[in-house]
């Protein structure tokens, strides 16, 4: 129960990374919001549980954040931990990709971070410190083809948690970023359906693992272990951090 009597909020905490991360702080004592769509990326009704105060919204509208964090400091009694993990992924190179994509990705991936920061760091304040954990991408760092919004849009997102991290730091909060790879997520999910090759999920997933080091696609809970690690006092000489967690693809000669 290492966030008893902690308050979190989880910017894109309806599905995926985001969901798992606040369901295991919740289970660890923390009082957590999630804010984010009210669907996930492959359309499945996310279901959220009752006491992680769901709020849907948009993530890029700077008055549904305004309103959402407010709410989520009164139902905390404060705030203490920012996560955010909202993300869109669409495909395509720098002329592929239409200019709306691109102002879309912009403001969801780096726009939702930013609000986040924006309205939630006077609450953490308010509370002495605390401590916020961004969800980049081992895509921030390399690149596959066609993904020139969204790896932009992480590389973006390291480059802002470094900045939270300098300009917050003599003030008790501490800024970091984690980088996951592959993992099944409904964004992952997507992508495997984009093959449209007969071949189940679980195959195409296996095929996937087996450019993996560690030789399996990662799962949510597996990253929401790294970010409750980097919001906890276990983590409390570390900021401006990014905590690469992708099975050691990044280390891979080829990436």
């Not at 495909?91 to 971070?113: H, I, L």
């Not at 690149?143 to 992480?154: E, G, I």
């Amino acid at each position: 129960m290492e966030f008893d009597g902690k308050s979190a909020f989880v910017m894109g905490g309806t599905t995926g990374i985001g969901r798992a991360a606040a369901e295991l702080l919740a289970e660890r004592g923390a009082t957590v919001t999630v804010f984010g769509a009210p669907g996930s990326a492959d359309g499945a009704d996310p279901h959220l549980p009752p006491h992680l105060n769901p709020i849907l919204g948009d993530g890029a509208d700077a008055a549904q954040v305004e309103q959402a964090i407010a709410n989520a400091a009164r139902h905390g009694k404060g705030l203490d931990i920012l996560i955010c993990s909202a993300a869109i992924h669409p495909y395509g190179d720098a002329v592929a990709t239409s200019v709306e994509t691109w102002n879309r990705v912009m403001a969801v991936n780096v726009g939702s971070a930013f609000l986040t920061a924006h309205f939630g760091i006077p609450e953490l304040l308010k509370r002495g410190g605390g401590a916020i954990v961004n969800v980049a991408s081992n895509q921030g760092s390399a690149n596959n083809p066609d993904v020139a919004a969204y790896a932009t849009s992480k590389g973006a997102l390291l480059a802002f948690t470094r900045t939270l991290a300098m300009d917050f730091g003599s003030h008790g909060i501490r800024a970091n970023s984690v980088s996951p790879g592959p993992i099944d997520t409904p964004l992952l999910r997507v992508a495997a359906a984009k093959l449209q090759d007969g071949r189940s999920l679980e195959a195409i997933y296996d095929e996937w693992g087996t450019h993996v080091p560690i030789g399996r696609i990662g799962q949510a809970r597996e990253m929401a272990e790294v970010i409750a690690f980097l919001a906890s006092p276990r983590a409390s000489y570390v900021t401006g951090s990014d905590y690469v967690a992708d099975g050691g693809l990044l280390a891979r000669l080829g990436f």
